[in-house]
């Protein structure tokens, strides 16, 4: 045996584990949550759309023209590697007043959301505007448009909606991953600046 000890290798360094940084998708019924959420999602996203039964009929109004015949009755869910050192999660909230209850759960964690609005029916964003702006969660005005429906400008639609001028509000295409990834780096730059700020 050798009295000489040999050198040590250089220890390899250690990889950190990603950072999960979680985000709110909201907005009115039909607008198009749980699509914006499956369209970035790389994982068969998790929902718990329902079939819509009579009883919804004069409750829920999905806008002229809409074909929608389910309901997300908890929540919607999917996932997004956007580099090694950060994993987005996506968590969809139902568009009903009624399931409202569920939103301080949701919203326990995250970091910021996406408001999404559709243009001829601006008035069911209010909800998701004033819960984000009561707990202070930073936040992106995302107009979904809609085929056959009013169209207003983004300049417009800020106006209606009243929304603080530090408030993006983007045009998204919710089918587009393009769009909908362009929508979530928007909000993920809110959010640091929001931290530089503070610090």
């Given at each position: 045996m050798s009295?000489?000890?040999?050198?040590?290798?250089?220890?390899?360094?250690?990889?950190?584990?990603?950072?999960?940084?979680?985000?709110?998708?909201s907005g009115g019924f039909g607008v198009g949550k749980t699509t914006t959420v499956g369209a970035l999602s790389e994982i068969e996203p998790l929902s718990t759309e329902a079939?819509?039964?009579?009883?919804?009929v004069g409750v829920d109004y999905a806008g002229e023209a809409s074909e929608k015949t389910t309901t997300t009755v908890a929540m919607d869910f999917g996932r997004v590697t956007i580099d090694d050192s950060i994993i987005l999660y996506m968590f969809g909230t139902p568009g009903q007043d009624r399931f409202g209850f569920m939103w301080n759960d949701l919203a326990d964690g995250a970091l910021g959301g996406v408001v999404l609005v559709d243009p001829s029916r601006i008035d069911d964003c209010f909800v998701a505007l004033d819960y984000f702006e009561k707990i202070g969660l930073p936040f992106v005005l995302a107009v979904n448009s809609f085929a056959g429906r009013s169209q207003l400008t983004l300049d417009q639609v800020r106006a209606a909606a009243n929304v603080d001028p530090a408030v993006p509000v983007v045009a998204v295409d919710a089918r587009s991953r393009e769009d909908?990834?362009?929508?979530?780096?928007?909000?993920?730059?809110l959010i640091l600046s929001r931290a530089r700020a503070a610090a």
């Open positions: 009295l000489h000890s040999e050198a040590a290798a250089p220890a390899a360094p250690v990889k950190r584990p990603p950072i999960p940084v979680k985000i709110l998708v079939a819509m039964t009579s009883a919804s909908v990834k362009q929508v979530v780096l928007t909000l993920l730059q």
